[in-house]
């Protein structure tokens, strides 16, 4: 492996960087499949996907054949142009779902900001001025913009920021009465993770998804789902919603869909996107060639038979594991999560810890996510070896014997 950069180290990340993430203490410097090596040399197995980013596992060979050919021919045009890449993955991305118009941006928070910008756009334009109340629910992520933290149900990511966009209300989630009592003729859209990432890793029940596309329908208002983490594949199906038989009114896909390049969507029908006009909504790089020609074939790859039905195996292979290890050592109460994006939740004497489990986990040679103190997250590779599964949870295991040994 490449020597590393001696002069970069973790202590110039203090130095240098705003101080709003708390990064690990070792620096990856080259990835392949679902593994990382670090500066030392030192070799992990990554059962966090870049927080569900690198759903083909790191430098996938077609996407870095496909990142080269097209850093050959054309980086960027800006919104004055538009390019063959863009066109050729909306075409792609309308064909796969319920979609007519696509937009593309470079994040989840950008693709959730114009998701919500259109939802009340639509309703204002289609009906009255007045119908601007968006429903959402506790504990839910949608992005860091002033908008989407406010959106989102957890008040310490948007509080300190001043005054929140308004008519934006919250009720607890998988609660369908909670959603009834709120609900009426202002209401302009309901917002939801069909999987809450951050929140847990807590799948929408049907019922719950059903009835509320149900009072969607009744107070004419939109249903918005944010699949930025659990859709392109992760779920096991190229997005969450079509397990569940229900449609969403407009749909926003990002991390996966560049497989690690920036990239967002946000998937509309025709009639809503029809109340946009010229300079209503834009962006600069959003939609670049570059990075639409990788979410192409990222897109291609993943919507294959042989891509989805391999998920679930995957999915089965984790389960079965985490159910030994939590049959011997009694340490998560829940094991819940669909497809590839699963959370086991900490028994009650290990609560709030969940940190601490992810640090001990790196130092035995598995990398992993926490969403939120008490829930270890788990988002591989949707191609991750069936070996690496296996040795990955016996580095788990020993991590988890040293930290109930610590309890």
Known sequence: MKKHDSTVTRKMFDQVILPVY?????????????????????????????????????????????LKSQSETLWHTSNIFTNEPSLRLARKLIDATFAERVFFANSGCEANEAAFKLARHYTITSHNTYKT???????????????????????????????????????????????????????????????????????????????????????????????????????????????????????????????????????????????????????????????????ETVLDIINSPEVLNGINKRHKRFMNALNIINAKYQIFIQIRGIGLLLGAELAPHFRGRARELLHIAANKGVILLNAGPNVIRFAPSLLVAFEDIDQGMECFEKAISQFSDTN
């Open 22 to 66: 708390a990064p690990a203490q070792f620096i990856p410097v080259k990835g392949k499949d679902s593994r990382i090596w670090d500066q030392q040399g030192k070799e992990y197995i990554d059962f966090s996907g870049g927080i569900a980013v690198t759903a083909l596992g790191h430098c996938h060979p077609q996407l870095v054949a496909t």
């Open 133 to 295: 109340k968006i429903i959402a629910f506790h504990n839910a992520f949608h992005g860091r913009t002033l908008f989407t933290v406010s959106v989102g149900g957890k008040p310490k990511y948007s509080t300190g920021f001043g005054p929140k966009p308004a008519d934006i209300i919250h009720v607890p989630f998988n609660n369908l009465n909670a959603v009834k009592a709120v609900i009426n003729d202002q209401t302009c859209a309901i917002v939801l993770e069909p999987i809450q990432g951050e929140g847990g890793i807590t799948p929408a029940t049907p019922e719950f998804l059903q009835g509320v596309r149900t009072l969607c329908n009744n107070y004419q208002a939109l249903l918005v789902m944010d699949e930025v983490q659990c859709g392109m594949g992760r779920s096991g199906k190229l997005f969450t919603y079509m397990h569940y038989k229900v449609q969403p009114d407009i749909l926003t896909t990002a991390k996966a869909l560049g497989g690690g390049f920036p990239i967002s969507a946000m998937l509309t029908t025709a009639k809503i996107a029809a109340v946009m006009d010229v300079n209503t909504h834009g962006t600069t790089h959003g939609g670049n060639p570059l990075a639409c020609a990788v979410a």
